[in-house]
Nanobody, 124 residues
């Protein structure tokens, strides 16, 4: 059963912007925290940022601060990751994940559900 579906990835030039989405089919996920992670081949999946269930509390990793913004619209069952000033090193598969307690978390193992990922490629 697919719980989370990412979309919106693609190819963008350095300095450009992209917004990717994470849609959850089950409205129960409105009470879940959602995190964004990314991974490149040969490297560990890394934390990008997360929002609590309400969207009131958000945290970002250093790589995302000042460039990426997370928002959520629980009426649309969707969480967004807006990425600005993209760099070639932002190229990765981006994943969203849901955590059932509703509190943001940077640890991968705290998340209960994962999407399939969406590829973001930033050209120089």
């Amino acid at each position: 059963q697919v719980h989370l579906v990412e979309s919106g990835g693609g190819l963008v030039q350095a300095g450009g912007s992209l917004r990717i989405s994470c849609v959850f089919a089950d409205p129960t996920f409105r009470s879940y925290a959602v995190g964004w992670f990314r991974q490149v081949p040969g490297k560990e999946r890394e934390f990008v940022g997360a929002t609590d269930w309400s969207g009131d509390t958000k945290r970002y990793s250093d790589l995302a601060k000042g460039r990426f913004t997370i928002s959520r619209d629980n009426l649309k069952n969707t969480v967004y990751l807006q990425m600005n000033s993209l760099k070639p090193e932002d190229t990765a598969v981006y994943y969203c994940a849901a955590e059932s307690l509703g509190n943001w978390n940077a640890r991968l193992d705290e998340y209960d559900y994962w999407g399939q990922g969406t590829q973001v490629t930033v050209s120089s």
